[in-house]
């Protein structure tokens, strides 16, 4: 990928599945997936990527359960 100056092609790959994870896009995923392994990063960077990515998309996830829950909690006063 020549159009980034100062990320190398793993990196960006590596990215690409955190973003596919977090955004919840399958066809990202698999095309990221497959790029990663192709270029040669390890099933662990891999591994740690989809983790980064479960913890990005999990977040705006919890806050809204707290957000949820402190309305309901406000409500019952």
Do not use: W
Not at 20 to 43: N, Q
Not at 52 to 75: C, H, M, T, V, W
């Amino acid at each position: 990928m020549d159009t980034f100056k100062y990320l190398d092609a793993k990196t960006i790959e590596i990215a690409g599945i955190a973003a596919s994870i977090a955004g919840g896009c399958r066809p990202c995923l698999d095309y990221h997936f497959k790029k990663a392994i192709e270029i040669g990063c390890t099933i662990e960077q891999v591994k740690e990527a989809v983790e980064l990515g479960k913890r990005i998309k999990q977040r705006p996830i919890s806050d809204i359960y707290e957000d949820a829950a402190k309305f309901i909690n406000q409500g019952l006063k």
